[in-house]
T-cell receptor
Framework: DAKTTQPTSMDCAEGRAANLPCNHSTISGNEYVYWYRQIHSQGPQYIIHGLKNNETNEMASLIITEDRKSSTLILPHATLRDTAVYYCIRRSGGSNYKLTFGKGTLLTVNP | ETGVTQTPRHLVMGMTNKKSLKCEQHLGHNAMYWYKQSAKKPLELMFV???????ENNSVPSRFSPECPNSSHLFLHLHTLQPEDSALYLCASSQLQSSGNTIYFGEGSWLTVV
C-alpha cells in the first residue's frame, strides 16, 4: 500500500490556523495527494487534493513542496467543528479506485 | 450533504436475520464502493462496482452480498452475521477519469449484530 506519515495528534486554538503536515517521500509522479477528514461517527469528508501545484478551496489550502515529498493542509481559521481525524492519502487517478486510509491525525480545536 | 445517501443510519440485527443496507448516489458517478470501519481500525475496502460490474472483492465473507442494479444504487445484503461484523459500513462513489477520481462518502450505516 502507498504510505504517508502523519503526526498522531495535534492541538489548535479556535480561530487560529491549523497546519497539518504529511510526509509522502516515495510518491510517484502520477499520484495525487488527497486529504479527507472524519468527524466522530460520520463518513469521511473530502477536503482537497492536488498533484504539483498548491490548491485552495472554500475549506482549506494545500501546500505541496516542490519535490512533492511532503505537503501541508491549512485550515485558515479553525473552529470547534473542525475537530476530527484528518487523513492524507496518495493515489493515482484514472481507473484506480483504491483509497487506502492510514491512521491520520486527530486534530483537536480548543476554545 | 455529500450526494451519497445511506439508509438505514442505524441497524440492530440478530445473527439469524437477513437485512440490507441501501446506498444511493446523486452525483452521476460511474463507480460505487462499500467500505467497513471497525472500532479503532482503518477503513477497509470491501467491494467496488464500476459501471455496475463488480471489479473488486477484498476477501469478504459470503455472508455479505453486494448488489448494484444500476449506476445510482448499491445494496449490501446481510445474512447470518457475527457479532464481530458490528461496524460502520460506508458507501462511496466516484467518477473514474484520468484527472483525480475523488471518492465521496455517505454518512454510513451503523450496524450492531446481537
Amino acid at each position: 500500500d502507498a504510505k504517508t506519515t502523519q503526526p498522531t495528534s495535534m492541538d489548535c486554538a479556535e480561530g487560529r490556523a491549523a497546519n497539518l503536515p504529511c510526509n509522502h517521500s516515495t510518491i510517484s509522479g502520477n499520484e495525487y495527494v488527497y486529504w479527507y477528514r472524519q468527524i466522530h461517527s460520520q463518513g469521511p469528508q473530502y477536503i482537497i487534493h492536488g498533484l504539483k501545484n498548491n490548491e485552495t478551496n472554500e475549506m482549506a489550502s494545500l501546500i505541496i513542496t516542490e519535490d512533492r515529498k511532503s505537503s501541508t493542509l491549512i485550515l485558515p481559521h479553525a473552529t470547534l467543528r473542525d475537530t476530527a481525524v484528518y487523513y492524507c492519502i496518495r493515489r493515482s487517478g484514472g481507473s484506480n479506485y483504491k483509497l487506502t486510509f492510514g491512521k491520520g491525525t486527530l486534530l483537536t480545536v480548543n476554545p | 450533504e455529500t450526494g451519497v445517501t445511506q439508509t438505514p443510519r442505524h441497524l440492530v440485527m440478530g445473527m439469524t436475520n437477513k437485512k440490507s443496507l441501501k446506498c444511493e448516489q446523486h452525483l452521476g458517478h460511474n463507480a460505487m464502493y462499500w467500505y467497513k470501519q471497525s472500532a479503532k481500525k482503518p477503513l477497509e475496502l470491501m467491494f467496488v462496482y464500476s459501471l455496475e460490474e463488480r471489479v473488486e472483492n477484498n476477501s469478504v465473507p459470503s455472508r455479505f452480498s453486494p448488489e448494484c442494479p444500476n449506476s445510482s444504487h448499491l445494496f449490501l445484503h446481510l445474512h447470518t452475521l457475527q457479532p464481530e461484523d458490528s461496524a460502520l459500513y460506508l458507501c462511496a462513489s466516484s467518477q473514474l477519469q484520468s484527472s483525480g477520481n475523488t471518492i465521496y462518502f455517505g454518512e454510513g450505516s451503523w450496524l450492531t449484530v446481537v
